[in-house]
Every structure is written in C-alpha cells, then in structure tokens.
C-alpha cells in the first residue's frame, strides 16, 4: 500500500507539471504573438525611436505671364524648430535652466513671445515648430545660438515662401497660397495639384539625444519639383488695363468695383483680367479697401471677425467670373445677331419709336423722352432703342430667343479654368413670357457674369464660332520643358460669318455714330456697344451698372473689350458717358503694343499730333528749320548759339502749329505758367485757352465731331506751376450720350 505522502506528492508534481506546461505555453503564445502578429507594430515603434524623417519640401511652380515675365515665383525660407525630449540635464545645467534660456535667446531673434516658447519647449514632446518660414538672415542667427549654446536640439528646415514680384497685380486671376503652400484663390487654387509636386523625405539614425548614429544609415526619396505654368495673361496689356480701371474707380466714384477683361476674340486667350480694388497676394488678409478697414474698425467681437471674413473673400473674389449682373444694352448684341442669323430682321427695315410700347399691360419706355420717331433697324442699334429690339425680340420669339441664349453659352459655364466661375440667373423657354421676352430683348430681366458676356461678344466678331476663354497657354517641367500646351477649343457655330461680318460694321457704326462715340481712337477702327442697366433687386433704386463691350479692329477682329463700372456715383451713370471712353483710351495703348497699325482718314490726318523732334545740341538755326519742316512754331529763350534744353521734351506728342521753347546758353527752364482749367469747355475752347497761355494741348478721347463734346480731365491738373511749352492732356467725351 502507498503511503498517503508519496500520493500526494504525486498529484503535486502533476499540478507542477500542468502550471509549468500552461506557463509555457502562455509564454511560447505571447513569444508567438508578439513576434509574428505585433512584431510590425513594435519594431515600427523602436524605429520612430530609432529614425528620424525630415520632408524635403518640392519646389512649387513658378507661374509666368505670356512672355516669360514671372508672376508668382518660391524662394527658400526656413522653419525654427526644438526638439523638446532631447532638452535634458547635464553637469553644466539642469533642464529647466536650458528651457529659460533658449526661450529667452530664440525669442529676440525670431521675434515671438518668449512666454509662448517657453510653453511650447517645456512639454516633452519630439518636435515643435516655433516660427515658420523666416528669412536666410534669421535662420542663420538662430544656427549660430544654438552652435554656441551646444544645443542639437535647436535647428532649423528649408521650406518654400510664395513671392507675387508685382503685388497687386492680376491678383484675382493668380490668387494666392496658404502658410501650407497650398493654393487658396485663383490659379494657385485652380492648378494646385500641378503647381505643388510631390515632397521628397530623408530617413536618418538617430540617438537619444537626437543626433546622427555613428553608424550610416540613410533612405532619400527625391521631391519631384512641381510644374510651371505661363499664363495667356500678357503682363503689358495686364498693367494698362489695371491702370485704366484704376482711374475709372477714382473718376466715377464708385461704390463697388471696376472690373475688365480683354481677351482674343480668336483663340479664347485671356490677355487680361482685372477686378479694382484688388488686393495684394503677398499679404492676402490684409483689407485694401479704406472705407471697409473703418467700418470693421468699429465693430467688436465676433460682428467684426465675421465682417472681416466677409471683406476678405469679397476682395479675393474674381468678379470677371463670379458675379452675375444684368448686362443692359450690350446685350443689344446677342439680340441683333439672333435675329439677323433667323433672317427676322434686315439692316434697312424701319422701325418706329414713339418713346414706349406696352406689352400685355406693361409699359416698356425707351431712353430718350418721345422716342426716336422712324427710323431702321441699324439706327435703332446705334441709338440703343428699347422699342426696337423689343419688337426685334417679338419677331424672334421665345424658343429662338432661348435657343440663341444657350447657343451663345449665356446659361452655362464658360469653362474658363479658374475656380469659382457661376452662373447668372435666366429664363427657359417654358418660363419666359412675353413680358420676360421683351425685357430680355434690350438686356434686362436675365443675368450672366462679364466673362460670359466677352465670351459671346467674341463669337459674335470672330466668324461666328464660339471659343472657350483660358488663361493657362502652356505647362512647363523643371527644365523649362513644354509637357502640355493648351489650344483653341472651338465649342460650335453660333452664327453665318456673314452675319459676323455685317455685326462687326454694325457695331463700327455705333461708335462712329452711335452711343459707342465715346469709344472712338482715330486710325482704329473700334466697335462696340453701350450698356447702362438697373441693379434689380438693390436696395439702392438708384444702383447702375455703366458698360462697354468693344471689339478691334471691327474690319478684323483680334480682341475684345469689356469694361463694367458697378455702382458709379459721378454725376453721370451712363455707360456711354463714363466706361465707353475708358475703353477708347485702353485701346489706344494696347492695339499699338500689339503691333496693330493705324489706318488715318484724311480728316483724322488733318487733326494728328506730331512727336517733338529732338533738338538739343543742334545749332539754334538748324532747330528752328527742322521745326519749320514739321510745322511746329518756336520760341528761343537765351542767347547761345546751341539749343541746351527744349520744352516739350523729345518724342512728346503736340498737336500741329504747337509750340516748342527753345533754350541756348546758360538760359535754365522756369516753371512760370499756371495750368488753366479747362474743364467743360469744348476741344476748340481748350485749345485756344492753352495756347494763349504759350502751353501745348494734347487732345484724347474724341472723335471727329465736337457736338457734345467736353473736357472731363486734365493733366497737370489747373493751378499747377509748369514750364513754358509743356503739354497738357486734356480727355474729352461726349456728354450728351444718355442710354438706358
């Protein structure tokens, strides 16, 4: 028999054995697991510990205009950073010591809050970012602090910081890039993922203390840099549209804003885009507008952050593409074209305007008071008559009307590539009645935006094919490259280029003749069309949009024109007052810069001005023969026997029988003259007033005719100290132009 102590310690053994073996196998599990299912998430982890991973920022596109001018272009700047978990003790100083002092020292160099750095090192984190992109001559202190202080765990990053060399300009078609460089407006926004490229990382060995391993360990993937792009966009014709706009928002008062495009009527190609005021992508979240800056001034709280963000998308917006409005009667375009396409309306087919026509119980009045009596359908054109494109609108009927609406793409997206293009308002055929047809007929009732409107206009003059507007030509690698060019998209046939042609001399005639007089540059032949219409839906009964779409030449399209004044408080709202000459002036700089050459009519040649010729350093007689030969008259002041100064300079327009002063000797050029003003008066009346002043007048903005004709603008301005000689530009335009 077993002893009841051997048996027992047989069950304990076994008990033994079993923990031993369940033991064993817990652990050969956990072995298992943690070598097979959480190896990866454990050795990812000593890794992090392990490596470190530095982003090799992509160098962003640059963006040029046209002829390879740069418009937005990167340059290396750096990021602060420290490494917090790596701010440690040692024999020379305790941490908190080390955290006192690299707050104090980073503070006065990269200007930030010496508190908030303090709060930011004092937590044991991996890394912190302190001050981003600060410039070569920052970064460079902050390497020096920390070589001297022996702190590895300060350094500093290459990152990439958007320059706009020319601030302002085209900043709603360029937009602008976030601290993050991601494009947030225009075409940074637009071609962000072809502008930004793809960042490169650098994996390196790392000891505790965050320096390099003594053993080599490095994995570099290469950033691929992003594509560059050259925009349609012609930086010339860019600036004398700004400059135009500019000129128009301070002359007309407006409350609102100024905005144009010109764009070739051909091939789709933006030469330029403006909206006045702009903002400057260097410092997008600043306000432009003074009067905005006070009234958020005066607000508190959230009523002023909300108001801020208002105003600074207001300001970013591209309002070319952005904002619906009602074209008035620049849309008189559409509507002529149309019918002459449907055959509903011929050139000489009269109309009569008794100076209103009711339809269904509404009563239409055209602009001028009694109305423009008989007269045909050209004339009707160029008196910008509501009754007759009333009537022309009646013939078409709604389903052409709709039909030619769509045609031309006035209720869809042009597809201009920018972000942000809407759609305005307007009626179907199954919605519009004949009070709607009528009212849609001379430009009211529907809205569409100023791009879809040029869009139109342009298919309207270039043959009749309807052309999607761009604003990116061509895409370029790192190495200047050509990978992508971007063509003329032709989207259909709108209207006969018959029709095309006899729209174009249409169009002539309505500035030659017409409302469009305004508009008129001699040796161009410009066309054009007058717009004023009332802001439906404004509080303000009173809120005009003065307008003018142009094309040129008329005999041969290249570009259009459209200029749109949004809520002008001048004295005078009308389209053909106001924008009409602004666009005459525009095309009198851009057509000669784009190799256009005038074409004079003998009585324009009669009225050319002619360039001073240069006279300095000649012997007095052989100047007075050269100006005798350009039938320019001369006053010579001192007795030398060499001219030494001459006034108007060299190359200055004067008109013919104009005056050059002629100085010999030691004689020195005085400002004696005070500038008249003129003012209001007639270009007859200005001239004798500065010639009788031994002042030279040079004439702008008027055609043939002086009828109506005034002075709105001088330069220098009246009372004003000026030598004898000197040229003053006086802008004229016919202010007995009224259209609705």
Not at 423 to 433: A, N, R
Not at 524 to 537: A, C
Not at 577 to 582: D, E, G, K, M, S
């Amino acid at each position: 028999m077993v002893s009841p102590t051997l048996a027992m310690k047989k069950k304990m053994t076994i008990v033994l054995a079993f923990f031993f073996v369940l033991g064993f196998t817990v652990l050969i599990g956990r072995l298992v697991k943690l070598q097979f299912i959480d190896g990866a998430f454990y050795q990812q982890k000593a890794l992090d510990q392990q490596l470190s991973v530095t982003t090799i920022n992509a160098n962003r596109g640059t963006i040029y205009d046209r002829n390879m001018k740069p418009l937005a272009q990167s340059a290396t700047v750096w990021d602060v950073y420290v490494s917090p978990s790596y701010i440690t003790d040692d024999k020379k100083s305790t941490r908190e010591e080390k955290l006192n002092k690299i707050a104090s020292g980073l503070s006065k160099i990269i200007n930030v809050d010496e508190k908030t750095i303090y709060s930011k090192i004092s937590k044991k984190t991996s890394y912190v970012v302190l001050a981003k992109k600060v410039e070569n001559d920052v970064a460079t202190l902050v390497k020096e602090f920390a070589k001297e202080n022996g702190y590895s765990c300060i350094g500093v990053v290459e990152n990439s910081k958007r320059y706009y060399p020319f601030n302002n300009f085209a900043s709603q078609v360029i937009g602008f890039t976030g601290t993050d460089n991601q494009g947030l407006a225009g075409i940074e926004a637009y071609y962000d993922s072809v502008l930004k490229g793809v960042n490169g990382r650098v994996v390196t060995a790392k000891n505790a203390k965050g320096t390099d391993m003594p053993y080599d360990f490095q994995d570099r993937v290469e950033a691929k840099d992003g594509i560059s792009l050259v925009l349609t966009i012609d930086e010339v014709v860019q600036h004398y549209l700004e400059k135009n706009l500019q000129s128009a928002y301070v002359d007309c008062k407006v409350g609102v804003g100024v905005t144009g495009i010109v764009m070739d009527v051909k091939t789709g190609e933006i030469l330029a885009m403006s909206t006045q005021p702009s903002f400057d992508p260097n410092n997008p979240f600043e306000i432009t507008k003074p009067t905005v800056q006070q009234r958020i001034a005066s607000l508190a709280g959230d009523e002023q952050k909300q108001a801020k963000n208002e105003a600074l998308q207001d300001q970013w917006q591209n309002k070319a593409i952005t904002n619906p409005y009602e074209p008035g009667s620049t849309y008189k375009i559409i509507t002529a074209a149309a019918a002459l396409n449907e055959g509903v309306v011929k050139e000489t087919d009269e109309f009569n305007d008794p100076g209103s026509i009711n339809v269904k119980g509404t009563q239409f009045h055209c602009w001028k008071a009694g109305g423009h009596g008989h007269q045909t359908f050209i004339e009707g054109f160029e008196n910008s008559c509501n009754v007759v494109f009333i009537e022309v609108g009646q013939r078409l009927g709604v389903l052409n009307t709709y039909k030619y609406f769509t045609a031309f793409g006035l209720n869809s997206k042009t597809g201009i590539d920018l972000p942000g293009e809407a759609v305005g308002i307007s009626y179907t055929d199954k919605t519009m009645g004949p009070v709607e047809l009528a009212s849609i007929s001379f430009g009211q009732s529907n809205t569409i935006t100023p791009i879809q409107l040029i869009t139109a206009v342009a298919a309207v003059a270039n043959g009749g094919k309807l052309v999607q507007p761009h604003v990116v030509k061509e895409e370029l690698d790192s190495n200047g490259n050509v990978v992508k060019t971007f063509g003329t998209v032709v989207k259909r046939q709108v209207i006969s280029e018959e029709v095309s042609r006899q729209m174009c001399a249409i169009m002539q005639k309505e500035v030659t003749e017409g409302t469009g007089n305004n508009a008129y540059v001699a040796g161009y032949r410009i066309g054009g069309k007058t717009g004023t219409s009332q802001k439906l839906g404004n509080e303000d009964k009173n809120a005009r949009i003065a307008s003018f779409v142009g094309i040129a030449p008329a005999d041969d399209p290249q570009i259009a024109v459209l200029l749109e004044i949004d809520e002008p408080h001048s004295d005078n709202k009308y389209g053909g007052v106001i924008a009409a000459p602004v666009v005459g002036k525009l095309l009198s700089e851009i057509l000669p810069y784009l190799g256009v050459e005038p074409q004079y009519t003998p009585e324009e040649q009669a009225k050319l001005d002619v360039k001073t010729p240069n006279l300095v350093g000649m012997d007095i007689d052989e100047a007075i023969r050269k100006l005798q030969n350009d039938k320019l008259n001369e006053t010579t002041i001192g007795k030398g026997k060499k001219v030494t100064a001459q006034v108007p300079e060299s190359g200055r327009p004067i008109p013919r029988g104009g005056r050059v002063i002629l100085y010999t000797g030691n004689a020195e050029i005085e400002n004696t003259i005070t500038v008249p003003n003129v003012i209001g008066m007639t270009p007859s009346q200005a001239n004798s007033v500065i010639s009788a002043r031994n002042l030279n007048i040079e004439i702008s903005g008027t055609g043939l005719s002086e009828k109506g004709v005034k002075a709105y603008n001088q330069s220098p301005s009246a009372g004003q100290k000026v030598a004898p000689g000197t040229v003053i530009t006086v802008q004229f335009r016919n202010e007995d132009v009224k259209v609705e």
